[in-house]
C-alpha cells in the first residue's frame, strides 16, 4: 500500500507541470504531494509550518523536492515562482483548523494574506486550486449548496470565506483559473494522530474504543484518496465557466459518532461499549453538518468512491503496515526525532562566504530532514555583509540576521546567537566557510546518541606547516596547563544540546573564551574528527598579535600554571640565594680567600631577579587586568538590530521585547 501507484495514475500525468503543493508538511497536502510524486519529479513541497515537517521526514522526501516558502512574504514568493516556474499550484496552506491554532492575526494572515501574495504571482497560463473549508457555512450547515449563504462561526471560518472571495475577484478581474473547495471530514493516511478518526482506528486495532464525544454529533466523512482525486479533477477540468466558484467536497451522507462508532464495531469485531460523553463536545461541534456535492459531480465528473467501511479498513492496514506505533506517534510527540537545529555563523569580512554557506547549510538540514534555523551575526563588518543576510532573510522565514554596534570578536558573535536561538541544539559556525557544513550530520548523529556536546576535533589542517605547527603546540601546552581537560584541537565548531547552551548563555563573565567554558560546564562530550580548509575567500583576519592574545586570553582564563610556575621558581630561586650566600662566604674565608669581588656576578643577578620579578608582576596583572574587566560588567555585545525573516527590530525597546521573548 505505501509504494503502490495511485489508481490515478493518468490524470496526474496530464496536470501541467511543474506542479507546486503549497502546506505540503499537512495531513491532506502530504498526502496529496506524495501521490503526485510517485509518478513525477517535477512536483514540489512547499512548507513553512515547520512544526508539521515530521511526515515529509517519514515519506523520505529527497532535499532537492522541499522548497522553504513563506507565503506571509511576497518577496519569499516572488523567489521560488521565478525560479521554478510552476503551472499548476495546489494551495493546501492554512492556519486555525485546530484548537490548538489559536493566534487570530496568524489565521488572517496566513489564511488571507498568504492567499493574495501566491495568486499576485499566477498568471492566466497557471491553474491555482484552493482548500476552503465546509466551515465556511458555519451556522448554515445541513447540506448547503455552494450558492447558499455562508455564515461563519469562528475566525477560520471568516478568514476561509474572505479567501474565496478572493479567488472568485481574481478569476473575474485578471482572468485567472482558480477554484475553491470546501473540504468536508477528510480523513485517512498521516492524519494527525490525536485526532478522531486516527485514534478510533488505533484503539480499534486493540479492539477498543477511544474516548468519546455525544452520539448526536455528526460528520460528512472523506476519505483522503477521494480528497486527493477531488484536486486532481479540479486541476485538469477547470474552464472559464468554473473558474472562482466554490465546490463542496463531500458524500452527501450524514455519519453522526453513533453511526460511526456502530460501523467501526462490526468492521473490526469490537465488543466494547462505547462510553458516550467521556470527551467534552467541542464549542463548534453541531448535529446537522453534512454537504452537498452535487454542483462539483455534475461540473468536474467526480464522486466520494469509498464507503466508509472500506475508508476506515485501509486506514487500518496502512497503520499496521507503517509500523504506526513506532514511527508515527512518535515523530508527531516527540521533537526530537524532528528537531530544530540552529547554525549562528560569527561574520567579520565574510560577505562572498555567506550565500554559500546559506546553500550548504539548507542542503544539509534538507537531507537530515530536519527543521532549521539560520542566524548570521554580522560583528560590524565594514563590506556589505548586512546587505547579504538581509536579502537572505528576504527570502527564507527561517533566517535570522543581527548586526554589533561594534566588533566586539567571534565569542560575543557566538553568545549573541545563542541567546535568541530557538533550536533544540545550536551549531557554532565561522562565517569563512572553514568549518564545513557537511560535517554536521556527523555532530548530528553523535547529539542524537546522547551527547550533549560535540565539538570538531582538526585532524589537520590546510595551512603553512609552521603555522600548523603553532597551532598543535599551542593545543598541546594549553591542554596540559588548563585547570579543567580541554580537548586538543578542539575549536569553537561545535554542536552544543540546548540545556548547554543556556548554561553557556547565562554564565556572568563578560570576557568569554567559550571553547574553554564548553568544557568546564561539563554535560556528556565527544568529538567528531575533520579536515580544516582554507578560507575559500580573502584573506584570515587573525595574524600574530591576535594569534598570542588568542592564546594569553585561554591560558589565563583557563590556568593557573603562570602563578604558580612564579611560586615555584620563587622558592627555587631563593633556596639557590641563601645557598649562593653560604658558598660565597665559604669561598671567601675558606676555599679561596683570592676570590676577587666582581661586578659582572651583581650585574647578572641583578638583571635575572629584576627581570623575574617582572615577569611575575606582569603574570599576576595579566590577572589582576581580568578581575578589572569583569568587575566593571559591560554588556557582551550590543546589537543595533534583528532581521527575523522580512521582519526588522531596530529601536532599542524593540530588539529588547523579542529577546524576552525568544529567550527560553
Given at each position: 500500500?505505501l509504494?503502490?501507484?495511485p489508481?490515478?495514475r493518468?490524470?496526474?500525468?496530464s496536470?501541467?507541470g511543474?506542479?507546486f503543493?503549497?502546506?505540503?508538511?499537512?495531513?491532506?497536502?502530504?498526502n496529496?504531494?506524495?501521490?503526485?510524486?510517485?509518478i513525477?519529479?517535477?512536483?514540489?513541497?512547499?512548507?513553512?509550518d515547520?512544526?508539521?515537517?515530521?511526515?515529509?521526514?517519514?515519506?523520505?522526501v529527497?532535499?532537492?523536492?522541499?522548497?522553504?516558502?513563506?507565503?506571509?512574504?511576497?518577496?519569499?514568493?516572488q523567489?521560488?515562482?521565478?525560479?521554478?516556474?510552476?503551472?499548476?499550484?495546489?494551495?493546501?496552506?492554512?492556519?486555525?483548523?485546530?484548537s490548538?491554532?489559536n493566534n487570530?492575526?496568524?489565521?488572517?494572515?496566513?489564511?488571507?494574506?498568504?492567499?493574495?501574495?501566491?495568486?499576485q504571482?499566477?498568471?492566466?497560463?497557471?491553474?491555482?486550486?484552493?482548500?476552503?473549508?465546509?466551515?465556511e457555512y458555519?451556522?448554515?450547515c445541513?447540506?448547503?449548496?455552494?450558492?447558499?449563504?455562508?455564515e461563519?462561526?469562528?475566525?477560520?471560518?471568516?478568514s476561509?470565506?474572505?479567501?474565496?472571495?478572493?479567488?472568485?475577484?481574481?478569476?473575474?478581474?485578471f482572468?485567472?483559473?482558480?477554484?475553491?473547495?470546501?473540504?468536508?471530514?477528510?480523513?485517512?493516511?498521516?492524519?494527525?494522530?490525536?485526532?478522531?478518526?486516527?485514534?478510533?482506528?488505533?484503539?480499534a486495532?486493540?479492539k477498543?474504543?477511544p474516548?468519546?464525544?455525544?452520539?448526536?454529533?455528526?460528520?460528512?466523512?472523506?476519505?483522503?484518496?477521494?480528497?486527493?482525486?477531488?484536486?486532481?479533477d479540479?486541476?485538469?477540468?477547470?474552464?472559464?465557466?468554473?473558474?472562482?466558484?466554490?465546490y463542496?467536497i463531500?458524500?452527501?451522507r450524514?455519519?453522526?459518532?453513533?453511526?460511526?462508532?456502530?460501523?467501526?464495531r462490526?468492521?473490526?469485531?469490537?465488543?466494547?461499549?462505547?462510553?458516550?460523553?467521556?470527551?467534552?463536545?467541542?464549542?463548534?461541534d453541531?448535529?446537522?453538518?453534512?454537504g452537498d456535492?452535487?454542483?462539483?459531480?455534475?461540473?468536474?465528473?467526480?464522486?466520494?468512491?469509498?464507503p466508509?467501511?472500506?475508508?476506515?479498513?485501509?486506514?487500518?492496514?496502512?497503520?499496521?503496515?507503517?509500523?504506526?506505533?513506532?514511527?508515527?506517534i512518535?515523530?508527531?510527540?516527540?521533537?526530537?526525532?524532528?528537531?530544530?537545529?540552529?547554525?549562528?555563523?560569527?561574520?567579520?569580512?565574510?560577505?562572498?562566504?555567506?550565500?554559500?554557506?546559506?546553500?550548504?547549510?539548507?542542503?544539509?538540514?534538507n537531507?537530515?530532514?530536519?527543521?532549521?534555523?539560520?542566524?548570521?551575526?554580522?560583528?560590524?563588518?565594514?563590506?556589505?555583509?548586512e546587505?547579504?543576510?538581509?536579502?537572505?532573510?528576504?527570502?527564507?522565514?527561517n533566517?535570522?540576521?543581527?548586526?554589533h554596534?561594534?566588533?566586539?570578536g567571534?565569542q560575543?558573535?557566538f553568545?549573541?546567537?545563542?541567546?535568541?536561538?530557538?533550536?533544540?541544539?545550536?551549531?557554532?559556525?565561522d562565517?569563512?566557510?572553514?568549518?564545513?557544513?557537511?560535517i554536521?550530520?556527523?555532530?548530528?548523529?553523535?547529539?542524537m546518541?546522547?551527547f550533549?556536546v560535540?565539538?570538531?576535533?582538526?585532524?589537520?589542517?590546510?595551512?603553512?606547516?609552521h603555522?600548523?605547527?603553532?597551532?598543535?603546540?599551542?593545543?598541546?601546552?594549553?591542554?596540559?596547563?588548563?585547570?579543567?581537560?580541554?580537548?586538543?584541537d578542539?575549536g569553537?565548531?561545535?554542536?552544543?544540546?540546548?540545556?548547554?547552551?543556556?548554561?553557556?548563555?547565562?554564565?556572568?563573565?563578560?570576557?568569554?573564551?567559550l571553547?574553554?567554558?564548553?568544557?568546564?560546564?561539563?554535560?556528556?562530550?565527544?568529538?567528531?574528527?575533520?579536515?580544516?580548509?582554507?578560507?575559500?575567500?580573502?584573506?584570515?583576519?587573525?595574524n600574530?598579535?591576535?594569534?598570542?592574545?588568542?592564546?594569553?586570553?585561554?591560558i589565563?582564563?583557563?590556568?593557573?600554571?603562570?602563578?604558580?610556575l612564579?611560586?615555584?621558581a620563587?622558592?627555587?630561586?631563593?633556596?639557590f640565594?641563601?645557598?649562593g650566600?653560604?658558598w660565597?662566604?665559604?669561598a671567601?674565608f675558606?676555599?679561596?680567600?683570592?676570590?676577587?669581588?666582581g661586578?659582572?656576578?651583581?650585574?647578572?643577578?641583578?638583571?635575572?631577579?629584576?627581570?623575574?620579578?617582572i615577569?611575575?608582576?606582569?603574570?599576576?596583572g595579566?590577572?589582576i587586568?581580568?578581575?578589572?574587566?569583569?568587575?566593571?560588567k559591560r554588556?557582551?555585545?550590543?546589537?543595533?538590530?534583528?532581521?527575523r525573516?522580512?521582519?526588522?527590530?531596530?529601536?532599542?525597546d524593540?530588539?529588547?521585547?523579542?529577546?524576552?521573548?525568544?529567550?527560553k
Amino acid at each position: 500500500m505505501l509504494d503502490q501507484l495511485p489508481v490515478f495514475r493518468d490524470k496526474i500525468e496530464s496536470l501541467k507541470g511543474p506542479v507546486f503543493v503549497f502546506g505540503a508538511s499537512g495531513f491532506i497536502g502530504a498526502n496529496l504531494f506524495n501521490e503526485i510524486f510517485k509518478i513525477r519529479k517535477d512536483c514540489y513541497a512547499l512548507t513553512h509550518d515547520a512544526t508539521k515537517a515530521w511526515r515529509l521526514k517519514l515519506l523520505n522526501v529527497p532535499f532537492e523536492n522541499i522548497v522553504h516558502c513563506d507565503i506571509l512574504s511576497n518577496n519569499s514568493v516572488q523567489e521560488v515562482f521565478e525560479k521554478y516556474k510552476p503551472q499548476t499550484i495546489f494551495n493546501l496552506a492554512a492556519y486555525g483548523a485546530y484548537s490548538k491554532q489559536n493566534n487570530v492575526n496568524l489565521t488572517y494572515e496566513t489564511n488571507v494574506i498568504g492567499t493574495v501574495n501566491i495568486l499576485q504571482n499566477c498568471t492566466t497560463e497557471m491553474v491555482y486550486i484552493h482548500a476552503g473549508s465546509s466551515s465556511e457555512y458555519g451556522f448554515n450547515c445541513t447540506s448547503p449548496k455552494e450558492t447558499d449563504r455562508v455564515e461563519p462561526n469562528s475566525h477560520y471560518a471568516v478568514s476561509k470565506v474572505s479567501a474565496a472571495y478572493l479567488l472568485e475577484y481574481y478569476a473575474k478581474v485578471f482572468n485567472l483559473k482558480t477554484l475553491n473547495l470546501r473540504l468536508y471530514s477528510i480523513y485517512g493516511y498521516w492524519e494527525e494522530p490525536d485526532r478522531l478518526i486516527p485514534k478510533l482506528i488505533e484503539n480499534a486495532r486493540k479492539k477498543q474504543l477511544p474516548s468519546l464525544v455525544s452520539p448526536d454529533i455528526s460528520r460528512d466523512f472523506v476519505f483522503i484518496e477521494d480528497c486527493v482525486e477531488a484536486f486532481l479533477d479540479a486541476a485538469l477540468k477547470i474552464s472559464k465557466e468554473t473558474s472562482g466558484k466554490s465546490y463542496n467536497i463531500a458524500t452527501g451522507r450524514k455519519t453522526t459518532m453513533g453511526n460511526l462508532v456502530d460501523t467501526s464495531r462490526r468492521t473490526f469485531n469490537i465488543t466494547q461499549e462505547p462510553q458516550w460523553g467521556s470527551m467534552s463536545n467541542r464549542k463548534w461541534d453541531l448535529a446537522e453538518w453534512f454537504g452537498d456535492p452535487s454542483a462539483f459531480e455534475t461540473d468536474f465528473g467526480w464522486k466520494a468512491r469509498t464507503p466508509l467501511e472500506t475508508g476506515l479498513s485501509k486506514y487500518s492496514e496502512w497503520q499496521a503496515q507503517i509500523k504506526y506505533e513506532d514511527r508515527v506517534i512518535p515523530a508527531f510527540e516527540n521533537p526530537k526525532l524532528n528537531p530544530i537545529i540552529t547554525a549562528i555563523i560569527a561574520c567579520y569580512k565574510d560577505a562572498q562566504a555567506i550565500p554559500f554557506m546559506y546553500e550548504r547549510l539548507v542542503k544539509t538540514f534538507n537531507d537530515l530532514k530536519v527543521r532549521y534555523e539560520i542566524i548570521f551575526v554580522n560583528d560590524n563588518s565594514p563590506d556589505n555583509q548586512e546587505e547579504v543576510i538581509s536579502a537572505i532573510c528576504d527570502k527564507d522565514p527561517n533566517v535570522v540576521g543581527i548586526s554589533h554596534s561594534r566588533n566586539f570578536g567571534s565569542q560575543s558573535a557566538f553568545l549573541s546567537g545563542m541567546e535568541i536561538a530557538t533550536g533544540d541544539c545550536v551549531v557554532l559556525m565561522d562565517g569563512d566557510l572553514q568549518d564545513p557544513p557537511e560535517i554536521i550530520p556527523a555532530f548530528y548523529e553523535k547529539w542524537m546518541e546522547g551527547f550533549d556536546v560535540v565539538y570538531g576535533v582538526r585532524v589537520q589542517r590546510e595551512m603553512k606547516p609552521h603555522i600548523h605547527f603553532f597551532y598543535k603546540s599551542f593545543y598541546k601546552v594549553f591542554q596540559g596547563l588548563s585547570y579543567i581537560p580541554i580537548p586538543r584541537d578542539a575549536g569553537d565548531f561545535s554542536m552544543i544540546d540546548r540545556k548547554v547552551v543556556k548554561e553557556l548563555v547565562d554564565l556572568p563573565e563578560t570576557e568569554q573564551f567559550l571553547r574553554g567554558l564548553r568544557a568546564w560546564v561539563g554535560f556528556k562530550q565527544t568529538g567528531v574528527p575533520y579536515v580544516r580548509p582554507e578560507r575559500m575567500f580573502g584573506v584570515s583576519t587573525n595574524n600574530w598579535t591576535k594569534n598570542i592574545w588568542w592564546a594569553k586570553k585561554a591560558i589565563f582564563s583557563f590556568s593557573f600554571a603562570p602563578l604558580e610556575l612564579m611560586s615555584y621558581a620563587g622558592f627555587a630561586l631563593t633556596g639557590f640565594s641563601i645557598l649562593g650566600i653560604i658558598w660565597q662566604i665559604l669561598a671567601k674565608f675558606v676555599f679561596f680567600r683570592d676570590t676577587p669581588q666582581g661586578i659582572s656576578t651583581v650585574i647578572v643577578l641583578v638583571v635575572f631577579f629584576g627581570g623575574l620579578t617582572i615577569l611575575g608582576i606582569s603574570f599576576l596583572g595579566e590577572y589582576i587586568a581580568k578581575i578589572f574587566e569583569e568587575t566593571k560588567k559591560r554588556p557582551k555585545y550590543i546589537r543595533t538590530r534583528i532581521r527575523r525573516g522580512s521582519k526588522s527590530y531596530k529601536t532599542a525597546d524593540e530588539i529588547r521585547t523579542l529577546v524576552k521573548q525568544l529567550r527560553k
